[in-house]
């Protein structure tokens, strides 16, 4: 907008001011008897009676000038927001046109609830802007990347069916979003949200809606009003943060764009408005940054959830999940995140594609910009190692790059507090869960192969190659009560020491009251349960199109697919492992004896997808099926 307008508008304002000013002076002014009785009264000392007449007119007139200060907030707000500017330069000469703090408004210290004058949010230091955004995007960038990481915003999906998920419209910010919604989807399934209290017991609380449903989608996501998701997705965006920041501190960061529009509203701007506001910034190298970039510090959790409360519409803006990233990396700190790396020279989004790097997911997952997903850390020798996840995380991550033998996801990140997972592909992020957290416990079977393995190991003085002392053997048995028959204990004992491998074959061969495994039936030990696949990106569906003007049009939209996952026991025949049905000469049911047809007894025929090769590094040899589309983890 033109500096003519912005000038014009100030000189109404002051008009304004006048005029108000010359009311409370001239208005009705006093007649002579009045005047005289006054001047009388001072000279002797006495107050003045004042008349109901008087009464009328001096609340008449405050009432006028409570009207007129409401005319001039009023005037000032909608000239701020007509007069939007069109990059981050025209809008700091608006800001930096008066005098003072005059124009720049006045912001909530959020962290003693006082109000302060001026802009809100520090500016970064020059190193500072120049090492984040070299950190994030390296020295040289494409266009097409910035574009990516410019034009994503933090929002959920407007279809009925995939409505809990936040949608992808640029490839590459997948990472930061997969893990938001993973987070989401612990908050909105898992957790109480009156108290903020987890449900430790919670198996399924949706399992009323879902029971007999086959269109699930619609059901539990349509069941969730926009505020409820709202909530859930600032308590994500909440714990992601002052996880990065050893749930001590959180920054988020925001645009000075936006300053004086945003704070001491909770709602802040409309989604429309930060549009116009937004339109012809860019952020294309770190003087960009720093011109555009403002960071808040928060140590009180209800403080910072205020603050991305308020933030919501920005957030869902076009540079929402860049400024999540950005909050993120300065939560942590971007010496430590230089740390957590094994090569900090890389940059964290990856060239040519701009895809998010492990380190971001990582990080967003754990807390740290580790590149690695095994637990602990790895020693190459020479003094050299290289880190992994330290801790049990909240949501987990899978990855079809573990089935294709390129790495090793360990038990942390496999096995994470709530049953929803991060799934990694070559070039994409989904996410995977299940409304029953039983999903990951072990059945009985597995508990006991599990002890005896525990207490097999704990002999094991050979570094790990498997096999233990005749002495050793005995205490196994003896904190495990496996009653072996005599043959069989000579046998294992014969050459002086005891291969777990050895070992193994005889308890799947020894029945359960004798403490062994042998399970005739084999159902003791299988696994069915459901588990549901979000793809956030927009994509064709093929099977939920819609008729217009007499033809099918497909539809754009993210994905959700129920998988019906079978786990068959890892101790049984591998004919049986393999799901083969029965043979069809035995016509027996060995279960219960009775005659069974062979159509019975044959399975449902297993479906595959590179879904199912993720699914299968945290579940061995387990088979799915779903109806429709095949799940897309790209």
Not at 187 to 202: H, I, R, T
Not at 206 to 212: D, E, R, T
Request: aromatic share 6%; glycine share 8%; net charge negative.
């Amino acid at each position: 907008m033109s500096s003519e307008y912005i000038q014009m508008a100030e000189h109404e304002e002051e008009d304004l001011k006048m005029a108000l000013r010359m009311s409370m002076q001239q208005h009705n002014p006093p007649e002579p008897k009045r005047s005289k009785s006054r001047d009388d009264s001072c000279g002797s000392g006495e107050a003045p009676e004042e008349s109901s007449e008087m009464k009328n007119r001096r609340m008449q007139r405050e009432l006028m000038a409570a009207a007129a200060e409401k005319r001039m907030t009023a005037a000032k707000s909608a000239a701020a927001t007509v007069a939007i500017p069109k990059s981050a330069e025209s809008l700091k000469e608006v800001k930096n046109s008066g005098s003072g703090t005059e124009g720049k408004g006045k912001s909530v210290n959020l962290e003693t609830g006082k109000e302060n004058s001026g802009n809100s949010g520090a500016e970064l230091s020059a190193p500072e802007a120049h090492q984040l955004f070299s950190m994030i995007f390296g020295k040289e960038v494409s266009k097409n990347v910035l574009a990516q990481w410019s034009n994503q915003g933090i929002r959920f999906s407007p279809d009925s069916e995939t409505s809990m998920g936040l949608v992808q419209h640029e490839g590459g910010p997948c990472g930061v979003l997969a893990a938001i919604q993973a987070f989401v989807f612990k908050y909105l399934l898992f957790c109480q949200e009156e108290s903020g209290n987890v449900a430790p017991n919670m198996s399924t609380n949706f399992g009323v809606i879902v029971s007999n449903s086959e269109s699930m989608g619609a059901d539990i996501f349509s069941s969730i009003s926009e505020d409820h998701k709202s909530r859930a997705l600032v308590r994500s965006m909440n714990e992601i943060l002052f996880l990065c920041g050893n749930n001590e501190t959180a920054v988020i960061a925001s645009m000075d764009v936006l300053d004086g529009h945003t704070e001491g509203s909770i709602y802040g701007l409309k989604d429309e408005v930060i549009v116009k506001v937004l339109e012809g910034v860019s952020v294309e190298s770190g003087f960009d940054l720093q011109k555009v970039l403002r960071v808040s510090t928060f140590t009180s959790k209800a403080s910072a959830l205020y603050k991305l409360k308020a933030m919501l519409p920005i957030f869902r803006s076009r540079m929402g999940a860049l400024l999540f990233l950005i909050s993120a990396l300065l939560s942590r700190g971007l010496d430590n995140v230089q740390a957590d790396r094994d090569d900090p020279s890389l940059s964290l989004v990856t060239a040519p594609f701009g895809h998010a790097s492990q380190e971001i997911v990582n990080l967003l997952l754990s807390g740290s910009a580790v590149a690695n997903v095994f637990d602990g850390r790895m020693d190459l020798g020479g003094g050299m190692f290289v880190k992994g996840i330290t801790t049990t995380v909240e949501v987990g991550f899978l990855t079809l790059l573990e089935y294709l033998n390129y790495c090793k996801v360990g038990q942390h990140l496999k096995c994470p507090r709530w049953p929803i997972w991060v799934v990694g592909s070559e070039s994409h992020y989904t996410v995977l869960f299940a409304l029953d957290t039983k999903v990951q416990e072990e059945n009985q079977l597995e508990s006991r192969a599990a002890q005896i393995r525990r207490a097999f190991d704990a002999q094991d003085q050979s570094g790990g190659g498997g096999f233990i002392s005749v002495e050793g053997f005995h205490q196994v048995l003896k904190e495990t009560s496996v009653n072996l028959p005599s043959e069989k204990l000579e046998h294992l004992c014969s050459t002086g020491f005891i291969v777990w491998s050895e070992f193994w074959q005889v308890l799947l061969d020894l029945d359960k009251s004798l403490g062994g495994l042998k399970d005739s039936t084999g159902l003791l030990g299988k696994k069915v349960f459901d588990l549901y696949h979000f793809n956030g990106i927009a994509k064709s569906i093929a099977n939920a199109s819609q008729a217009t003007s007499g033809r099918e049009n497909p539809i754009q939209r993210p994905r959700l697919t129920k998988l019906r996952v079978s786990v068959p026991p890892r101790w049984t025949p591998e004919e049986f492992m393999a799901d083969v049905s029965v043979p069809s000469g035995s016509g027996k049911n060995e279960s219960d004896g009775k005659e069974t047809s062979v159509e019975e007894s044959k399975p449902e025929p297993a479906q595959h997808a590179p879904l199912v090769d993720c699914i299968r590094t945290r579940w061995p040899r387990a088979t799915c099926n779903w109806e429709g589309d095949a799940p897309s983890i790209v």
